[in-house]
């Protein structure tokens, strides 16, 4: 069974950092491509940054470009989101999402992804 995992959230004052992780079992992630969402009470999911397969490719969304980092490790099976200047309005449940897919796509937008993790909360304090 295809399972997704995030672990790294906590809670931070503005300015911190946090590295949020990915891990999958049950698909090869190679083969994957990954994007990091976030969704805040109220909100609509929102997509942050996306990587290619090779990781040679990424893309932030404008609100943490600059401050947000995506990569991967193929050979940890690990996708990362390291976030530094952390603000309060980064506050929001974080959540990987993979594709297995191979058409075009819009690495933002969340029916793009057929797989998630369960999500991971990140708190930041003024």
């Known amino acids: 069974q295809e399972q997704l995992g995030e672990s790294g959230g906590g809670s931070v004052q503005a300015g911190g950092s946090l590295r949020l992780s990915c891990t999958v079992s049950g698909l090869t992630f190679d083969d994957l491509r990954w994007g990091w969402f976030r969704q805040a009470p109220g909100k609509e999911r929102e997509g942050i940054s996306c990587i290619s397969r090779g990781g040679s490719s990424t893309l932030y969304a404008d609100s943490v470009k600059g401050r947000f980092s995506i990569s991967r490790d193929n050979a940890k099976n690990t996708l990362f989101l390291q976030m530094n200047s952390l603000k309060p309005e980064d506050t929001a449940m974080y959540y990987c999402?993979?594709?297995?897919?191979?058409?075009?796509?819009?690495?933002?937008?969340?029916?793009?992804?057929?797989?998630w993790g369960q999500g991971t909360q990140v708190t930041v304090s003024s």
């Open positions: 999402a993979a594709r297995n897919y191979y058409n075009s796509y819009d690495c933002f937008v969340a029916s793009s992804y057929n797989y």
